[in-house]
C-alpha cells in the first residue's frame, strides 16, 4: 500500500511540475548571452551534422563540453530550432529534480517532508526560473547534487555496498561533461570537509575516493578522448586556459565584491531563505542520518557560496548550485515548525515582510514603468535605456495586478502565520510564488523582452533568407548568429580566416556582399566611420548599418 501511494505521489508530482514547468516555453525569444549563446551551438551541431565539436559561429568554442548542447540538440530535431526546444531540456530536468527530491526527503525524514521540499524548491524564485531557461546549469547543477547524495548514501552503508559510489562518480562524470572540472571538485571538496567533520565516525575512504575518481573520469573522458583523437589537444589546451581565466579573472565585464553571491541566494531564494537559518545547529529531535544530512548540506551550502565568492567572475547562476543545501534547511524549518518543534520568530516576520514588499514592488513597479513610459522617459539619461522604453509595444494596462496578487498572496500568509495556521500560512507563501511566476512570464514578459531586444530580434528575423553577412559592433551577442540563422557559407571558417581577420575584412575589405552591422545607440558615431557605410535605422536603443560591396 505504502508502495503504490508512493507512486501515485511521483506520479501527482511529475504531471504537476509539467503543467507548471512546460507551458509557454517559447513564449519569449532567448535573452542574450548565455541562452542564445548554447542554443546557437545546438543549431550549428544541427546544421554541420558535426556533433562530436562544440562550436559558435562555426569556431570551436572552447568554454562548455557538450552534454547540454547534444540534450538541446535533440530537443531542436524533435520540435524544430526554436525557442521551446532550447528550454525543454531543462524543464524536463526540473521535473526529475523534483521527484528526485521527493524521494530523497522521504528517505531522510517522510513523505510529507518530501512533498514540502518540492513545494519549497518549487515556489522559490530562482529555482523555479531556471528551471525554465535555456542554460546549462539546472543540469549541471542536477548531476552534482545527485553525486554528493550517493556518496552520502555511501558513507551511510559504511563502504559495504560500493555501487553507490560508483554511481556518485558517474554523475560526478556527467556534470564534468556538462559544463567542465567543478562537476568533479565540488563534490569532492564536499564530502572532504564531511569527512572531516566525521573522522571519528569512520576512516578517510580511500579506495572509495579511488573509484569515484575512476569513475567520474571514464564518463567524462570517453568524449574529451574523441575529441581529443579527432582534433588533438587544441580543445583540451584552450579549454583548461578558460577555466583558468575564468577563476582569476573578471570574465566578461562580471565581476563583483566578494559578498555578491550572499545577496544574489538571499533575495532570489525568497521565500525559501527566510528559513534555512534556523537549521543550521544541530537539533535534539533528528535521527543521526537526518543530522548527517544536515551537516552534508550545511557544508555543501558553504563551499558553493565561499569558492564562487572567491572566484573573480560573478555570474547569477554561478552559485546555483545552492538551491538544493538552502531549499532543504529551509524545508527542514518549515516542516519542524509545522510540527512546532520550531517556534517563528520576529526576525522571520521583519524578513518575509521586507522581501515580500520588494518582490511586490518589482511586479508592481515594473509594468507601470512601462505602461507610463513617456512620462518617465524625461527623467532617463541613458540613450540605450531610452531606446528600449521607446519602443512601441502594446501594454494593457492590467499587467502590475500580477503584483497586487503576489502581496495580497504575502499578506494573508502572513495574517495565517500571526493566527498560528502554520502549515496554511507556510504553504501559501511558496504556492503564491509559484502563481505568480506562472502569471507573470506569459502576461507581461514577452512585453518586457519586446522592449529590450524586440528591435533587434525582429531585424535578424527579417534577413533570414538573405544572403548576406550579419554582424555585431561594439557589443557582445550571439542573437545575430540564432535569429538571422546564419549560414556556414558567409563565417569566417568558410572563408579559411580567423574570426579577427573576418571582423576587421568585414569592417574595411573588399566584400562580395552585403554586410549589416549591429550597434547599441552610443556606439552609433564610431560605426559611421567605418567606410561605405550606411545608416538604415533606429529602434528599440539599437541603431542599424548596411555596408555594401565596393564598386569595381
Known sequence: MNKL???????????????????????????DWDEINFAECAREMIVTKDYLRVQIDYQPFWEKPPLFIWCQALSMNLFGVNEFAARLPNA?????????????GKKIIDTEFGITWVLVYLGSFLPHFYFRSGIIDPMFNFFMFLSI?????????QNKNRTTIVL??????????????????????????????????????????????????????????LETTSHGLSFITEFIKYQIRLLTT????????????????????FPASVFIFDFFKKKEYLQKEQNDFRVLMVILLFVVFIIFSIVKTKIVHYSSLAYYPMTFLAASSIYFM??????????????LIFLGLLFAILFIGVPLLFIYRQRILPYITDKFVQGNLSMIVPWNGYEF???VLFLIGIIISIICLRKQKIKYGLYLLFLNVIIV??????????????????????????????????????????AHLFYSKKKYENSAASLNMTQNDYEVWLKEGKVDKPVYFICKIQDKDDCMRLPDIELIKEEGGFVFFRRMPSKR
Open 338 to 351: 509545522i510540527k512546532k518543534k520550531i517556534i517563528l520568530k520576529v526576525w522571520h516576520y521583519v524578513a
Open 149 to 157: 547524495y550517493l556518496i552520502f548514501r555511501n558513507y551511510l552503508y
Open 250 to 269: 573578471g570574465e566578461a565585464s562580471h565581476g563583483g565584491p566578494f559578498y555578491y553571491h550572499f545577496f544574489v541566494l538571499l533575495i532570489g531564494c
Open 5 to 31: 501511494s508512493d507512486i501515485k505521489i511521483n506520479i501527482i508530482i511529475a504531471l504537476i511540475a509539467a503543467v507548471i514547468l512546460i507551458p509557454f516555453l517559447g513564449n519569449v525569444h532567448l535573452f
Open 168 to 225: 556518485a562518480g558517474l554523475c560526478s562524470g556527467l556534470a564534468v561533461l556538462t559544463k567542465g572540472p567543478v562537476g568533479f571538485l565540488l563534490p569532492s571538496i564536499t564530502y572532504f570537509i564531511f569527512w572531516i567533520v566525521k573522522r571519528h565516525e569512520i576512516k578517510l575512504p580511500i579506495v572509495d575516493a579511488i573509484l569515484f575518481a575512476i569513475s567520474a573520469s571514464f564518463v567524462s573522458l570517453i568524449w574529451f578522448g
Open 401 to 403: 495586478l500580477i503584483g
Open 437 to 478: 511566476i506562472f502569471l507573470f512570464l506569459p502576461v507581461a514578459m514577452p512585453k518586457i523582452e519586446k522592449h529590450v531586444q524586440g528591435a533587434v530580434i525582429d531585424f535578424y528575423e527579417s534577413i533570414i533568407n538573405k544572403d548576406v553577412y550579419v554582424n555585431v559592433f561594439g557589443m557582445k551577442s550571439y
Open 92 to 104: 524536463l530536468i526540473g521535473i526529475i529534480s523534483l521527484l528526485v527530491l521527493f524521494n530523497i
